[in-house]
């Protein structure tokens, strides 16, 4: 797990043990938001686009996620948890070429780091973050400020079921899916914590209070 630790801090380059080179700070301000379903992310980043409106937002994905990756568990064969893990990898590189292409300030809707929240889950072996992590270190991600948005899993049990469709029952929540959100919620503090980055936890706060906290951070991290 150290060396999952060491290969997060290095991918993102932005642990407090390392510094954004000043030409890179003054060509792109790259502020990253992630954080599990329910967690208040993609409310706070509308909010953002009001607060900081010179910024460009970058979406989470440049087409919709196939349904096989969606669908997809730790008890999938490893073939498919490569397949699908990777194609999530390559819209994350696809983003970070995207953000390349823009200057000044840049809010992305999550990055690279998010994905191995998800790919952590997948057996205890680890193997699919390690064939992730053999990727991501080969590529020179553009470094930014990384923030993680969390709430507890009861609160965003609550979340979900109030926006639900219909499609997933609370029954069906309490047997299945809210223990994948409990592993999930806890890969996200696991991730946060190794990398060295912000963790806002959204459950007692509203999305005002979470936004206001974020562009802070941002403010801050860029001596805006």
Known sequence: ?????EAYRQIT???????IPETERSIRQVLYIDGP???????VLNLLSVE?????IIPEFDREIPTAHISISKASPLVDLLRSQ???????????????????KIIADRGIL????????????????????????KYSWTPGLYVFLTADPAVIKARFLQRNDGTLT?????????????????SVEAVAAAAGIPLLDTSNQSPQEVTTA???????????
């Open 1 to 5: 797990m150290r060396m999952f630790n």
């Open 13 to 19: 380059g932005i642990n407090e043990d390392s510094i």
């Open 37 to 43: 379903l329910c967690s208040g992310k993609t409310t």
């Open 52 to 56: 900081i409106p010179d910024a460009v």
């Open 86 to 104: 990777f194609w999530f990898y390559g819209q994350h590189l696809a983003k970070d070429k995207l953000i390349r292409q823009y200057t000044g």
């Open 114 to 137: 998010g994905l191995f929240c998800y790919s952590n889950l997948f057996g205890t072996d680890q193997a699919v973050t390690q064939k992730i992590i053999d990727r991501a270190m």
């Open 170 to 186: 609370e029954t069906e929540w309490d047997h299945g899916f809210g223990t994948y959100i409990h592993r999930l919620h806890q």
């Open 214 to 224: 974020i562009k802070q951070l941002y403010y801050e991290f860029f001596n805006f």
